[in-house]
């Protein structure tokens, strides 16, 4: 009822001029143009085949390694579409468990995100599930199951979705990175232990080999005049990475796959599990040594991530200006009573010894006794401001299903993130607040994306009506 209120207001304001009411009112028609209610389907239909299956790859450093993969391939296939088209992606279980397929950050029909218990059955091994859906948004979106995930996207199930713009923009290169983090045994194999008390008392399970595309060692060759867009996503279990394009001319152009107000220095952003950044480089001479990317999440201790070798012939650079996206400012979005404060913290017990909880609760990894636990209720085009305040040392990468956000404040200080999200990192003891108006009916997840985190209890459910 509410909702339907501030709709008819919103549409009032913008119709017949004279400001709204109240600031839930005028954030809503702020929001008015963000990103579109419906999915404009073209009526083309891609079909993929996605079978998931043990086997073993050359990855790493080029050792066999046993994983599980999608279509025996770790990063899995890169499906790519345009906007407007439609996905119709069979699904098949050859894992000796069951499994799903998330769409991460993808606005889909609440029965295609791929939540056991909640928006499907879990697919058993040896059955299959189709899933179609058409994105709403266009940008760099992934998959990877959501039973069992700290230990199925370990073991190398997860795949990039590209949904291109109507018209894509002509970058003389487009590369995707998809960064991970394993956990590799003295043997050279992928650590059995899961969930273990250690990983479930720090920030979930940081390995020891950090790879691009599966790999440990990544060099990319460019040449001179090219301008590029880099995809980059993280599909590690907890690692947290800053890239750092040292003296390169980096700007990010989008973030959890939707573009900024404006490009930004691609500086210091932290890709948290689950958020993407896409990058612009741009090479306008060539170098003498090899550029290096860095992951200075730890300043004191960066990680190198790769190197970029810039040489040959200069090639004409590509002319084109980035979609800017109208991104609401919310400046009066402190001032709209939270809806709620999600209180994370930890207590013992628990099937792990160890629960991680919002407001409390563990919520079970089946989600069986879901329909038992709280769940927060929020009205579909309404403005709602949300408070996460992490009451644990730990660090949380919260991340909510069907619906993007924008960060408001970190500890009461107001920031304006000129872009929306569908992950952020919420830093030990830090309270943040974000703005969202759902878009999207349905009950999602919101969890934490160290899969470790959420395996013990991090999740909970919105329900938008
Ligand atoms: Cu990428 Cu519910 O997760
Ligand atoms: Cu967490």
């Known amino acids: 009822m509410r909702c339907r209120f501030l709709i008819v207001l919103a549409v009032t304001a913008c119709g017949g001029g004279g400001a709204p009411a109240s600031p839930e009112a005028r954030a809503v028609v702020e929001f008015v143009g963000a990103y579109p209610d419906e999915a404009k389907p073209t009526g083309v239909v891609r079909e993929f085949a996605i079978v998931a299956e043990p086997t073993e790859l050359a ?7 046993r994983v599980w ?28 468990q069951e499994s799903t397929i998330h769409w991460h950050g993808v606005r889909v029909p609440n029965g295609m995100d791929g939540v056991p218990g909640i928006t499907q059955p879990a697919v058993q091994p040896g059955e299959s599930f189709v899933y179609e859906f058409t994105p709403k948004d266009a940008g760099t979106f992934w998959f990877h199951p959501h039973v069992r995930a700290s230990e199925q996207v370990e073991r190398g199930l997860y795949g990039v979705l590209i949904v291109e713009d109507a018209s894509p923009l002509p970058y003389s290169r487009e590369v995707v990175w998809v960064l991970d983090d394993w956990s590799i045994d003295p043997s050279g194999q992928i650590a059995g232990q899961f969930n273990t008390r250690h990983d479930l008392m720090h920030d979930g399970r940081w390995g020891n080999a950090l790879t691009i595309n599966g790999k440990t060692s990544t060099e990319l060759r460019v040449q001179p005049g090219e301008r590029m867009r880099l995809r980059m996503l993280s599909s590690a279990n907890g690692r947290v990475f800053v890239p750092d394009f040292g003296e390169l001319d980096a700007k990010v152009v989008a973030v959890d796959g939707m573009y900024l107000r404006e490009p930004m220095a691609a500086r210091g952003f932290e890709l948290a599990p689950g958020n993407r950044l896409d990058v612009e480089l741009a090479f306008d001479r060539s170098v003498a040594a090899p550029l290096e990317v860095w992951d200075r999440f730890y300043a004191q201790r960066p990680n190198r991530l790769a ?6 012939p200069l090639v004409e650079t590509p002319r084109f200006e980035v979609p800017k996206a109208r991104v609401p400012v919310w400046a009066e979005g402190l001032e709209v009573p939270a809806t709620h404060d999600f209180r ?3 207590r013992g017990g628990g099937p792990y010894g160890i629960a991680w909880t919002i407001d409390g609760v563990a919520m079970s990894a089946d989600h069986a006794h879901h329909e038992m636990h709280p769940s927060l209720s929020l009205a579909k085009g309404a403005f709602a401001r949300l408070t ?13 299903h069907g619906m993007f956000f924008r960060l408001l404040a970190r500890n009461v200080v107001r920031v304006d993130e000129p872009f929306f999200r569908d992950t952020v990192l919420v830093h030990a003891r830090e309270q943040i607040d974000v703005g969202v108006v759902p878009t999207d009916a349905g009950t999602w997840m919101m969890h934490c994306h160290i899969l470790e985190h959420a395996e013990a209890g991090m999740m909970t459910t919105i329900r938008v009506r």
């Open 59 to 65: 990855l790493l450093d080029g050792k066999p390694l």
């Open 307 to 312: 190197t970029i070798v810039v040489d040959g």
């Open 69 to 96: 993969a999608y279509n025996g391939q770790v990063p899995g296939p890169t499906l790519r579409v345009k906007l407007g088209e439609t996905l119709r992606v069979t699904f098949t279980n050859k894992l000796p």
């Open 388 to 400: 996460f305040t992490n009451e644990s040392a730990r660090i949380h990468p919260i991340h909510t």
């Open 344 to 346: 994370l913290n930890s």
